[in-house]
């Protein structure tokens, strides 16, 4: 049996050598450059200096106000501190170099922090809910006018770290999940405003326990698709912007290629999906064009086509499909 080596950097260029006559190997490489979340390290440490400070200002605001919205707003924002926090610490932990043992290194620990970030999200979650309805049906004075005061200095810096985490979101699960807690806080804040507006104009004191309420909506949904995502990660779903059926398609139109199996997508960590796939080839292509070329097509078709940063395929003759099943049994 023979073996190709091929390793390129995400955008289908491969360099390597054929040998043998049965098999070939392509790999591309994407694992040097760090994780996605780490790339974003410095908005994230911004993010949680200005979380910890609105959690502060909002937690004495509470106790000035006796606003229930305040405190489930300071709640919200304790849990996105931690999850800030969790998500710095996975960078630190991920990017330490891979082991015989640990062939990734520890780069999935960035996905188990956002789990662990959704869950504390739930529960907080929980805790509005039952404080909400306690506040609804027995609803309690609070300072109308102090309340706006600290739901307009969470508002402004909440959008401040929005602003900042908006370039990041898109590339790694930990930042989108404080993106969106972010800006669930926002609107929170702004929920904090008109539920003091209300009270003001009104004197309806049930308008601190509606607001709580729907910051309660805002969190559970955007942490069920959190979550969600998360899981899809750790259960090797394949990733969502990879259309499996257009990649068969692709790699089954290149010239000498008979059929595929084995083809297997899935993602490592936020910005890491990786691919592997038994390609068999006709032995007269194989042998006009060598394992190299063959494997630089290959690359070159998923290149072109498929944000994927590291590939292996197996090229296989005709029949050899069988030789490994009865190997298999």
């Known amino acids: 049996m023979g073996a190709g080596h091929a390793h390129g950097h995400g955008h289908g ?3 390597g050598h054929g040998q043998g006559h049965g098999q070939g190997h392509g790999h591309s490489h994407g694992l040097g450059g760090g994780t996605a979340t780490a790339a974003h390290r410095g908005r994230l440490l911004t993010a949680l200096g ?8 909002e937690v004495v605001g509470s106790a000035l106000t006796g606003s229930l919205a305040l405190l489930a707003d300071a709640g919200h924002m ?25 062939t990734f290194g520890l780069a999935r620990a960035e996905i188990l922090a956002a789990v662990l970030n959704a869950v504390l999200l739930f529960g907080v979650g929980a805790f509005i809910f039952v404080e909400g309805i306690s506040r609804l049906v027995s609803p309690q004075h609070f300072a109308g006018g102090a309340t706006i005061v600290f739901g307009l200095i969470g508002m402004a810096a909440n959008t401040v770290s929005l602003l900042v985490l908006m370039g990041g979101q898109r590339e790694s699960l930990n930042v989108r999940g404080a993106f969106l807690e972010v800006m669930a806080d926002a609107l929170g804040s702004a929920a904090v405003v008109v539920a003091a507006v209300v009270f003001l104009a009104t004197g309806w004191r049930q308008a601190d326990a509606v607001a709580s309420l729907l910051i309660g909506v805002l969190i559970v949904p955007r942490t069920w698709r959190l979550l969600r995502e998360a899981l899809d990660v750790l259960l090797e779903a394949a990733p969502r912007d990879v259309d499996m059926v257009a990649v068969r398609r692709h790699i089954e139109g290149l010239k000498g290629v008979e059929s595929l199996h084995d083809l297997h997508a899935w993602t490592i960590t936020s910005g890491l999906p990786v691919l592997s796939a038994h390609v068999v080839v006709s032995q007269e292509v194989l042998e006009e064009v060598g394992y190299e070329k063959m494997l630089h097509d290959l690359q070159g078709c998923l290149g072109a086509h498929f944000d994927v940063e590291h590939c292996t395929f197996q090229l296989e003759p005709v029949g050899h499909a069988e030789h490994e099943a009865k190997l298999c049994h």
């Open 13 to 15: 260029h491969a360099h």
């Open 50 to 57: 200005i979380t910890l400070l609105v959690l502060a200002t």
């Open 78 to 102: 304790a849990t996105d501190a931690a999850g800030i926090a969790m998500a710095l610490l996975a960078v630190q932990i991920a990017a330490r170099p891979p082991s015989e043992r640990r």
